[in-house]
């Protein structure tokens, strides 16, 4: 299974961005989609995931937006009013069962850097 994200760029300050994130091989079943991001010098935090619920960090909610497109297995990310301290690197996550009988597994995605300047 792979992940594969992109949307990614520089912005400035009010912008907006969209992030997708495409899910790929022996995919039975999505139980949950999401991203975190990680900023220079911090630690890798979440920032929405979807599920059978949605969740939104604080910092990005009303501004952020998640979605799913369960047909193409894919995972979006709606950003507007994108704010400096939105910079990071942002990496989409999923909880995928493979086979009907078997266990569900965390995969990571690679990261797509959003830069946001002032």
């Known amino acids: 299974v792979q992940l594969q994200a992109s949307g990614g760029g520089l912005v400035q300050a009010g912008g907006s961005l969209r992030l997708s994130c495409a899910a790929s091989?022996?995919?039975?079943?999505?139980?949950?989609m999401g991203w975190y991001r990680q900023a220079p010098g911090k630690q890798r935090e979440l920032v929405a995931t979807s599920g059978g619920s949605t969740t939104y960090a604080d910092s990005v909610k009303g501004r952020f937006t998640i979605s799913r497109d369960n047909a193409k297995n894919t995972v979006y990310l709606q950003m507007i009013s994108l704010k400096p301290e939105d910079t990071a690197v942002y990496y989409c996550?999923?909880?995928?069962?493979?086979?009907?009988?078997?266990?569900?597994?965390?995969?990571w995605g690679q990261g797509t850097e959003v830069t946001v300047s002032s």
């Open positions: 996550w999923g909880i995928i069962r493979v086979s009907r009988y078997g266990s569900s597994y965390s995969y």
């Open positions: 091989g022996s995919i039975f079943s999505i139980d949950v």
